[in-house]
């Protein structure tokens, strides 16, 4: 695979910039086209064919900082999903997925997959073995989430990549949860890499967008279906994307380092039932996620002792908002089991381990005496009602 010789933050603010030769401008043009010249070209662009040069440089942007050969960045998370769902599943084909699948993802499979004679199986956990477990003859793709949503259960990636190909099956992963400056799965073998370009890429809560990232054969092959679904991505959308990446590297790194001070402050906290956050010693898998992440990422969730009303605590909040989405700049909360999992059953959540009382926490780049605050005063606000 190629690595760019430069570094992250360089990777963020310069790789795939288009040079603006006309106007000597400091920033990408955006080109708005969606006509091009099609005689005495070496490329004949279109939108649809993801090649319009803010689409095609911006993809190298998001190859370099994933180490792969190629990139290709959708309309949504979700249309990266279904396009490489469909390129690698046809009918009486076989998925296998993790029981903590993001809410979305599993709807989808559920849903769609009948329709066309998809066959899957959602693993009873997350541990290779699970995976392993669930491998048919006819599978043909492991499709893994680590960190998962919403309690940061972490899957060995080496191991089912190790397990894909020792069985000839493709495996890939939503890397959504860590970014790429947390975890760079395919240095542990993984095929394909997607992304929610909605949460950390984009990283402002003002966009929607989605990505696949792999060697240049297997983008080659998503592309010539891709292209047929058409689930592009704007140009002008493709130009804030460009924007909002300059300083990936920057709030990530702010956003984990506030995380990891919150989530040893909120452990230790007596008011505090339970905190999952991989990168504290208390979590069961602690050494894998060192083993695999750059660093431990900005999502946690945790539960408040019993008696404490979790809505009552999100309402008192004043700085953190609650929020149905995540990753941005600013911290936000949810309950799961009003929203990404409000549409299980009680039991299906208490299977999987979501009280009522779990609170998911996307932690943004606040000062953390601020964000801390806010927790504090939120908590004794609860605990006088
Ligand atoms: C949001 C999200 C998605 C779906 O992405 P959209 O951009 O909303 O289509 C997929 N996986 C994870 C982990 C997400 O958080």
Redesign the pocket.
């Known amino acids: 695979m190629k690595h760019s010789k430069y570094g992250v933050n360089t990777i963020c603010t310069h790789i795939g910039e288009i040079e603006d030769k006309q106007f000597k401008g400091a920033v990408s043009p955006i080109y708005v086209s969606t006509s091009y010249e099609f005689d005495d070209v070496d490329m004949k662009r279109y939108p649809r064919y993801f090649n319009t040069p803010n689409q095609e440089h911006l993809s190298k942007k998001i190859a370099a900082l994933e180490h792969t050969e190629s990139a290709l960045i959708f309309g949504?998370?979700?249309a990266a999903?279904s396009a490489l769902f469909f390129t690698f599943l046809k009918s009486g084909d076989h998925l296998v997925v993790q029981n903590t699948l993001?809410g979305?993802?599993s709807h989808f499979i559920r849903e769609e997959f009948p329709k066309f004679g998809i066959e899957f199986t959602f693993t009873n956990g997350y541990d290779v073995s699970d995976f392993e477990a669930a491998i048919q003859p006819n599978t043909k793709l492991i499709h893994i989430?680590t960190p998962s949503?919403p309690l940061l259960t972490i899957t060995d990636i080496k191991g089912v990549a190790k397990l894909g190909k020792a069985h000839n099956i493709l495996t890939s992963i939503?890397n959504?949860?860590a970014s790429p400056i947390n975890q760079n799965p395919i240095d542990f073998g993984i095929d394909i890499i997607m992304h929610?370009a909605?949460?950390y890429l984009g990283g402002h809560s003002d966009i929607?967008a989605?990505a696949l990232a792999a060697s240049d054969d297997l983008i080659s092959q998503i592309w010539h279906v891709a292209k047929n679904f058409g689930g592009n991505l704007s140009d002008y959308t493709v130009w804030m994307l460009e924007r909002s990446m300059k300083t990936l590297a920057l709030r990530v790194k702010a956003q984990t380092k506030n995380a990891n001070k919150i989530a040893r402050y909120l452990e230790k906290h007596p008011d505090v039932k339970a905190v999952y956050y991989p990168g504290l010693k208390s979590h069961p898998q602690y050494k894998l996620a060192k083993a695999q992440m750059h660093g431990f990422g900005a999502m946690m969730s945790f539960e408040l002792q019993d008696g404490l009303d979790a809505l009552e605590f999100q309402k008192h909040l004043q700085l953190i908002k609650s929020s149905m989405s995540?990753a941005g700049v600013e911290s936000t909360v949810l309950s799961p089991y009003l929203t990404s999992h409000a549409l299980l059953t009680q039991e299906e959540r208490d299977a999987i381990g979501i009280s009522d009382q779990l609170i998911r926490f996307s932690v943004g780049i606040e000062t953390k005496k601020d964000l801390l605050a806010d927790i504090e005063q939120a908590i004794n606000k609860t605990k006088t009602k």
Do not use: Q, V
Request: hydrophobic share 35%; proline share 0%.
């Open positions: 949504s998370g979700m999903l993001y979305g993802a989430e949503n939503d959504t949860f929610s909605t949460k929607l989605g995540l």
